[in-house]
């Protein structure tokens, strides 16, 4: 137990409402360091409460630095702590693990030389992680708390706070979204520092060795609601989700080669289907279209990337000559039984045409077509804390009759991001 006197200490206290919640912030001060705490409810008391410690980073939480998953830490916690009746987020003066923010930059210089987070620490005569829990006990312990449920993949913070009096009864993972710039960064504190991550694949990362023979690989991604609807009754789905996961769509379209609507989307929503929030080049964008209904004014057509709008011989020559005039290409496969452009085989002509990568981003027919043939590798979902009641369902019939024949899925998990949280599954190979 810590034997710090009250004279040793300084405490402000005042509300703080935020985007997550009603909070109220308390600034303590203990030795030479300073400790924030956002406790939301009355967390005096026996019963565990829901904390996270969170390591100050100038350049993740604030400058929004692709080098860590800090940023996206804070802000998945605050989100968590804001769902429930008591919780606290500690935030602790302990910018690059301890070593400060010129020593921190110092070090990823060497990281841009090829050194993990790990060696460019040694390589500059510094400690990995030399961060203390002492202060982060003593504020809890000013709280009120006795014992707590703590948001964390790292048993060094466990330990840390058991070391200093304050029991741990539960750990909570807290899982983010990598990106390609982290993915390394991320590896490393797996590997060579014990953090406790269950690595789900990025889905803007299009591993070549697992694209298929004949077709490109199919990934699958659209926002829906908590109840599984993509759209309200009148067809309206702007927007479903936040910021966050439509800034996820356009880092997807930015990895993919081309990206795929049904007409149904174009003349609902009219999409652009351009990389416009994260920087990438936009992907060929392909229209399925049977009749050749595409508007001549819509956005798909309009200059920003190559658009191929598939259809079949059911759509006259003379719809195609005016898409052709648009600029667009016209590519005519044959039609399945039901006079819709046969997916199979518009995929086999993508792929022939270079077409390696494939997002589909709607509606729901497409959708449910790629899934009912089994043409789909991946499937990413962002779901909305929102509840609309009747409107679009996201998946519509694939002929499953029975729930042990449902679809399920592998290397699958959920993963919060910003507001939101995020499936991501591959569909299980039947036997």
């Not at 956002?38 to 939480?61: F, K, Y």
């Not at 987020?89 to 987070?117: P, S």
């Not at 694949?201 to 070549?208: E, G």
């Not at 990934?219 to 609807?229: E, F, L, M, N, S």
Request: aromatic share 4%.
């Amino acid at each position: 137990m810590l034997t710090a006197s009250p004279a040793d200490a300084l405490r402000a206290d005042a509300s703080l409402p935020t985007r997550w919640g009603d909070f109220r912030i308390s600034v303590f001060r203990f030795d030479a360091t300073e400790v924030v705490a956002l406790a939301r409810g009355d967390v005096q008391g026996d019963e565990p409460v829901l904390v996270r410690l969170h390591s100050e980073c100038l350049t993740g939480d604030v400058l929004g630095s692709l080098r860590c998953d800090c940023g996206d830490q804070l802000r998945a916690a605050l989100e968590m702590i804001g769902r429930v009746e008591r919780g606290v987020l500690l935030y602790l003066d302990h910018e690059g693990r301890g070593i400060g923010l010129f020593n921190k930059i110092r070090a990823y210089g060497l990281q841009d030389g090829g050194l993990d987070t790990v060696d460019a620490n040694v390589e500059l005569g510094l400690p990995v992680d030399s961060r203390d829990y002492s202060a982060a006990a003593f504020a809890l312990q000013e709280l009120g708390i006795k014992s707590v449920r703590l948001i964390t993949n790292n048993p060094a913070k466990i330990l840390g706070l058991e070391m200093h009096g304050v029991d741990v009864v539960e750990r909570i993972p807290i899982q983010t979204l990598p990106n390609e710039v982290n993915a390394p960064y991320l590896h490393a504190k797996a590997t060579r520092m014990g953090h406790l991550l269950d690595g789900l694949p990025d889905p803007r990362h299009v591993d070549a060795a697992a694209i298929p023979v004949g077709r490109p690989l199919v990934t699958v991604h659209y926002a829906q609601t908590i109840d599984g609807r993509i759209a309200s009754r009148t067809g309206d789905s702007r927007w479903v989700s936040g910021e966050g996961s439509l800034r996820l769509a356009h880092e997807l379209r930015a990895a993919h080669d081309a990206v795929l609507v049904g007409i149904g989307t174009v003349l609902a929503d009219d999409p652009k289907l351009t990389v416009r929030l994260v920087p990438g080049d936009s992907p060929v964008r392909i229209v399925v279209d049977s009749r050749l209904r595409i508007p001549p004014d819509a956005n798909v057509l309009k200059p920003g990337a190559l658009t191929i709008v598939a259809t079949t011989s059911l759509a006259t020559e003379a719809r195609a000559a005016a898409i052709r005039a648009r600029g667009a290409e016209v590519l005519c496969v044959k039609a399945d039984a039901d006079g819709h452009v046969d997916m199979r085989e518009l995929f086999a002509r993508l792929r022939r045409d270079g077409i390696r990568s494939l997002l589909i981003e709607g509606g729901r027919g497409i959708i449910t077509s790629a899934l009912r043939e089994h043409l789909v590798d991946r499937l990413t979902v962002c779901i909305a804390p929102k509840v609309i009641g009747e409107g679009i369902a996201a998946v519509g019939d694939l002929g499953i009759h029975r729930l042990r024949d449902a679809m399920t899925f592998e290397r699958a998990g959920f993963t919060a991001y910003g507001g939101d949280v995020i499936f991501y599954g591959e569909p299980a190979v039947r036997a």
